[in-house]
């Protein structure tokens, strides 16, 4: 699990530009959004591409997104359950 | 232009350090490449870290130049933002298209695309200054940043109390010169910065990019850089020597009415002919001012010759580096800039100190 937490990490942070980021500063359980990294609904749909990419995984509900990209923590979770 | 609009406040990025406080267009950067990327300033210094990590390169250049424009103005905000680009935000839109044919159609990233429009350098302007106001883009070519001057005027003749920030943005993007390469629009011979323009003897520009804002309105202050008092585009003519003439006869002026001439030489033999008519039939006895030789080539250019005219009127001098035939200026009070690309989209901007 930690070397796909690792993996996420690194993922998200070409992905969504965080040039001022490393792996090192994001933290397993630090939220995304919100007052935690920030993101917004354009990095939503980014991550959406990225799981459907990187790990053949369709988040066809949308409400869904909100639990499963709530930390980097969660969305390895939901990989591991669903990958295929 | 029913009326002059004055300009308040410049900034421009280029591939000369113009973004550097105080620039002075005396030490002039060289290169020899072809195409040549514009100097990045510490863009972070501006805009923040979580808008910028989005952002294109002409996004960020245009964010930039506007801030330097609207910081030389002393404004916080404006009224409306009115830009020109030739090919608006290549390289997002080169990122577009490639994922388009690797995915077949799936799986699209969102960002590209997005920013894949030419409108979004003036929407990420607005968006930043959180002006909803009238938000327009150009996109004619080599004639975008003279309309957007055009319309700059109208605008701020409907809305005399109204600030206006106006700029031209363009960047290079990443395949896109490939294909200016294979239409045969790029120099080989010997492209360096700066062109060498008396002795050029062959075809081809340097590509290049940039970013130049104004903040403007049709009220001087006791900050005015210069005030541009009439603009012309044409985009084909078989007599340039005519339109220019056409031009001053419409405004009531002589050649010797104007102080300096700014002529777009670029090195490329095939279109440099129509400076050296204009320049010696209609203003033999002026100074030739060169600015694309310093700046390269791009369809927005003419926004670098406008910050570079308010930097001289400013200064009253003209560096020996941009100085074509060895003319010095009796004072600086007038110029007039000439712009045409591959010998289509002409434009006139006309120029005056104020004060």
Known sequence: MSELTQELKAKIITQLNLEDLTVDDLDDNTPLFGDGLGLDS???????VMLDKGYGIKLADPKEGRKVFETIQTMADFIEANRK | MTKPIYIHGSGSISIQPTHEPGYRFEAVKAYAQNPVPACDPDYKSLIPALQLRRMNKSMRMAIFASR????????????AVITGTGLGC?????????????????????????????????????????????????????SAFASALLDAGIYLAEHPDHTVLLGGVDELGARTPRFWELAGYLKHDNPVIPTPLAASSSP?????????????????????????????????????????????????LAAGDIDAVVLGYNGDIRYDAVYSTVGS???????????????????????????????????????????LNGIRPRSLRRILIYTQRRGTNHGLILVEKEG
């Open chain 2, 204 to 252: 081809g520009e340097i590509a290049a990019e940039g970013a130049s804002f104004f903040v403007a309105s049709q009220q001087p202050t006791s900050q005015t850089l210069g005030k541009v008092i009439a603009g012309d585009t044409c985009y084909e003519t078989a007599d340039a020597v005519a339109f220019v003439n056409r031009f001053l006869r419409r405004y009531g």
């Open chain 2, 90 to 142: 290549l390289s997002d839109s080169e990122r577009f298209v490639e994922t388009v044919l690797a995915n077949e159609h799936e799986l699209l990233n969102p960002t590209p695309f997005i920013q894949s429009t030419h409108n979004m350098a003036a929407a990420a302007i607005a968006l930043s200054l959180g002006c909803k106001g009238y938000n327009m883009t150009y996109v004619n070519n080599a």
């Open chain 1, 42 to 48: 354009i990095d939503a749909l980014e991550l959406i």
């Open chain 2, 281 to 323: 039939t209609l203003f033999a006895a002026l100074p030739h001012i060169g600015f694309k030789h310093i700046f390269g080539e791009y369809d927005t250019v003419a926004g670098a010759a406008l910050h570079l005219a308010l930097r001289l009127l400013g200064q009253q001098d003209i560096p020996q580096q941009l100085l």
């Open chain 2, 68 to 79: 330097l424009a609207l910081q030389e103005a002393g404004k916080e905000t404006v009224d």
